[in-house]
C-alpha cells in the first residue's frame, strides 16, 4: 500500500529548512524574484496541472461579432472608447506548472537521511488559458491583481542552480519540482460600446505566474 506524505518550505539562497510532513502535498517557497514571494495557499490534489492551453492569452483586440441593443432599458452614461473588459468571478487555489524533471532521493537506511536537490533546466512559463480571452491579457492580470489583491506576472523563468535540502525519513522516497505558481481565475472578456451598452459575455479560466518555488512530496 502506497502512503504519500508532502512537505513544504521557504528557503533562502544559503539556508535549508527542514520539512514539515504533512497529510497533503505543500509548498517550498523560492525567494527569488522578490516580487514573487507570497504565502502559499493549501495545494491542489494533482501535483501537476494539465487541463490549460499554455501561451493562450491574445494581446489584440477584435471587433466584437454581437450587434448593440437599439433601445438599451437603461439610459446610456456619457461616451467612451469601444473595448474588452475583463471581470473575474471566482479565485481558485493554485496550480502548479513544472520546469525540468522531478528529483527523488530513496533513504534505506533506519535513520533519517538528508536529500539535496538541484534545479538543473531554465525555462519561462507565462498565462495559460481556458476557454475564450478577447480582452487583452495585461488589462486581465490586472484586475485580478486589484479584485484578489495579489501580485502577478505576465511570465517568470525558472534558472538552473537552485539547491533545496530536506529531511528523508527511513524507508521514505522524498520527490522533488521545481516550478511556477499561478494563481487560477475564473472571468469572462466583454464587449463595452461606445455609448456604454455591454455586449455578450465569454467565459474564461487563466492562470497566472506567481512565485516559484520547490514542490516536495514524500512517497512510501
Not at 489584440?60 to 475583463?86: A, F, I, N, S
Request: hydrophobic share 30%; glycine share 8%.
Amino acid at each position: 500500500m502506497c502512503i504519500s506524505r508532502a512537505a513544504s518550505l521557504l528557503v533562502g539562497p544559503t539556508l535549508a529548512i527542514a520539512v514539515l510532513c504533512t497529510a497533503n502535498p505543500a509548498f517550498a517557497e523560492d525567494p527569488t524574484p522578490a516580487p514573487t514571494e507570497a504565502v502559499d495557499a493549501a495545494p491542489p490534489a494533482n501535483p501537476e496541472e494539465g487541463d490549460l492551453v499554455e501561451g493562450g492569452a491574445g494581446e489584440v483586440e477584435t471587433p466584437p461579432t454581437e450587434v448593440p441593443p437599439k433601445h438599451p432599458q437603461v439610459p446610456p452614461r456619457g461616451p467612451c472608447e469601444p473595448h474588452y473588459l475583463w471581470e473575474s468571478t471566482a479565485n481558485h487555489k493554485k496550480c502548479h506548472k513544472g520546469v525540468g524533471p522531478t528529483h527523488s532521493h530513496y533513504n534505506g537506511t533506519s535513520r533519517t537521511a538528508k536529500s539535496e536537490f538541484t534545479s538543473e533546466v531554465t525555462g519561462e512559463v507565462g498565462i495559460a488559458v481556458s476557454g475564450t480571452l478577447k480582452a487583452k491579457a495585461g488589462a486581465a492580470v490586472a484586475e485580478i491583481e486589484q479584485e484578489y489583491s495579489v501580485q502577478l506576472s505576465m511570465k517568470l523563468t525558472v534558472k538552473t542552480g537552485n539547491k533545496i535540502t530536506v529531511d528523508t525519513p527511513p524507508k521514505y522516497t522524498t520527490n522533488a519540482k521545481y516550478e511556477v505558481y499561478r494563481l487560477k481565475t475564473d472571468g469572462y472578456s466583454q464587449w463595452v460600446y461606445a455609448n456604454r451598452i455591454k455586449g455578450v459575455k465569454h467565459s474564461a479560466t487563466l492562470s497566472t505566474p506567481n512565485r516559484i518555488g520547490w514542490y516536495i512530496w514524500e512517497t512510501h
